[in-house]
């Protein structure tokens, strides 16, 4: 049969990556229109400057963010302590490096550790004590800033560590060395999700608690590790973040960043509900945010009106992504075709 609204509704229910995709072409496409020298690449010393470059650099740690995340709301869940575990990531690795005669390779670790654990006390919270997601990490959002300014003792502690400077300000192939660090973290969270069936156990999880329990799955453990991997992702942020200032600045490091993270993970096609989960999608969610605060700040927009430009992008994205509203615009356009 000839159904004239058929192919405007087929156009409409393009996968969840053609949204988040096509939303970044877009502005892309604005700025190469409007904003001069936004797309002019250089080499210097062997190293590629530009602002693309500076996005894949400062949208570096939003990515690492939206990882674990996205895993976390896979679950049903959702983290709002990583802006604060990224501070506490960076006070300690700021004190150590400038207090003790540890390498760098066990400092590090020892960061990632304290967060990866503190990421589990949130899945404890979660999966054990039974406490909502949005409440168990609100207690970790507020008092991880606390404890990041007990690490550092209310001070910003600056360093000139030759190797915790590289990890935000490094190349590596030519490009920055937080890129090279997305790029290993996607791989081996696509490699863990895909190719084992913790990808499997995490989306049952998200689609249906109960039934995955008396299937055999541990529940427990997966929020557990998802959460702790949260921890993870939001510790190597945090490092980004210390090395990009060469210092801990623990009331400031991470701040709002949850926030980012999760706008990131939404656009990028994972649903709040849990379930399914996209991680490329939410690696491009990270850049399109970053790539509208970078095109804004090139655009002299006030910091106080900020925000409103990024909501109304965030929401056209969500909506092109709701099937309700691509089934209703897509019967307009096939019923005006139709006439």
């Not at 990028?268 to 509900?273: D, P, Q």
């Amino acid at each position: 049969m000839n159904d004239p609204m058929a192919k405007p509704k087929e156009w409409f229910q393009g996968g969840s990556l053609v949204w988040p995709l096509l939303g970044l072409v877009a502005l892309l496409a604005y700025d190469f229109l409007f904003v001069d020298g936004f797309f002019r690449l250089e080499v210097r010393d062997g190293h590629l400057y530009g602002t693309l470059v500076d996005i894949l650099n400062q949208g570096s740690k939003t990515m690492l963010l939206a990882l674990g995340m996205t895993l976390v709301i896979a679950t049903g869940g959702v983290d709002l302590s990583v802006g604060s575990l990224m501070a506490i990531s960076g006070a300690l690795v700021a004190v150590l490096v400038t207090q003790t005669e540890m390498s760098l390779a066990m400092i590090v670790p020892i960061a990632l550790a304290a967060t990866a654990l503190l990421g589990a006390f949130n899945g404890v919270l979660v999966s054990v004590a039974g406490i909502q997601p949005i409440v168990a990490t609100l207690i970790l959002m507020v008092g991880g800033r606390g404890i990041a300014m007990l690490i550092t003792g209310g001070q910003i502690v600056t360093f000139e560590h030759a190797g915790m400077v590289y990890i935000g300000n490094g190349h590596f192939l030519g490009l920055p060395f937080t890129v090279t660090l997305v790029l290993v973290m996607l791989l081996v969270t696509s490699l863990l999700m895909r190719k084992t069936a913790c990808g499997l156990f995490v989306e049952a999880v998200g689609d249906n608690e109960t039934a995955s329990r008396f299937s055999g799955v541990s529940t427990r453990s997966v929020k557990l590790a998802v959460y702790g991997f949260s921890g993870i992702c939001a510790g190597l942020a945090g490092l980004i973040a210390a090395s990009n200032i060469k210092a801990a600045d623990s009331s400031r490091v991470g701040e709002m960043m949850e926030l980012d993270a999760i706008f990131a993970v939404v656009v990028g096609g994972t649903a709040l509900t849990g379930g399914r989960f996209n991680l490329l999608g939410s690696i491009i969610g990270a850049l399109l945010i970053q790539t509208l605060t970078t095109t804004m700040i090139t655009q002299g927009v006030p910091p106080a009106i900020a925000p409103v430009p990024k909501a109304i992008v965030i929401v056209a994205v969500c909506l092109l992504q709701s099937e309700k509203f691509r089934a209703e615009i897509g019967g307009r356009f096939g019923r005006r075709a139709s006439a």
